[in-house]
């Protein structure tokens, strides 16, 4: 379970504070698929990284089925996130240099540095299984840097999952400026894992269509606060949501 509780995010500024997030609360049950939308520079993000334990909230308390990520040890933190979240960031951040079923196979090298005991094979098996799983096995000797958007998302896809146990799955903008062909690709990939094996998402995304056909609950966000909450068709009548979008 993942567990929220006034969490709020402060940057110093020779202004004086800067909010980008204000009380925060909500609550991700296992198996559940959430996502959070709204404007622009509302703090959707800057929130997905500490639920990512990228960055630790400046008040409240974030803890993943009990544990609170930022009371452990630098490197007691940095097995925390290889063990326990996935994180399909908007900008890839794979590594160009190296070929596609190198960038998945990160987190098991990761946790072998660390003394997890599985064998070469078990875990090249793995990596070439989720390749297979998002449709680019025919691709793993290709270069991080020769792949589309789109492509390179799938790539973050298939790392993410090798992470064991999963405990959830951070995604920004999964579906931003990818072809319709690779977004059902993504798609497919999400509602397969999330109904078939029973893995959290939280997506951050402004794509209505696809959060139509994946989320059972959605949440709003406007400068820094969660203004609305609960399925789609609940908050696009909301007229604290309408206001976010369209302004007064």
Not at 98 to 105: G, Y
Not at 126 to 142: E, K, N, Q
């Amino acid at each position: 379970m993942l567990n929220v509780s006034a969490v709020s995010k402060q940057y110093p500024t020779p202004r004086g504070p800067l909010t980008v997030l204000s009380d925060v609360n909500f609550v991700l049950s296992p198996g559940d698929a959430a996502a959070i939308t709204g404007p622009s520079g509302s703090g959707k993000s800057s929130l997905l990284y500490m639920l990512g334990a990228l960055e630790p909230p400046s008040h409240g308390s974030i803890t993943l089925d009990g544990q609170n990520p930022f009371d452990l040890t630098a490197s007691a933190l940095a097995d925390f996130r290889n063990t326990s979240i996935g994180f399909v960031f908007q900008d890839h951040c794979l590594l160009p240099q190296c070929t596609v079923l190198e960038n998945v196979l990160v987190p098991a090298q990761a946790a072998r540095d660390r003394g997890a005991r599985r064998s070469s094979a078990a875990v090249l098996e793995r990596a070439r299984g989720l390749l297979d799983f998002v449709t680019l096995d025919g691709m793993r000797h290709a270069l991080a840097k020769e792949l589309s958007g789109g492509q390179s998302m799938l790539v973050q896809i298939a790392r993410a999952l090798m992470v064991d146990p999963l405990h959830v799955i951070l995604m920004d903008e999964p579906f931003a400026g990818v072809h319709p062909a690779i977004r059902e690709i993504i798609l497919e990939s999400i509602l397969r894992m999330n109904r078939e094996e029973g893995i959290t998402f939280l997506i951050v995304s402004h794509e209505m269509a696809e959060l139509r056909r994946l989320c059972q609950l959605v949440s709003v966000m406007d400068e820094g606060r969660l203004i609305a909450e609960g399925t789609l068709d609940d908050v696009a009548n909301d007229p604290h949501v309408l206001e976010a979008y369209l302004g007064p």
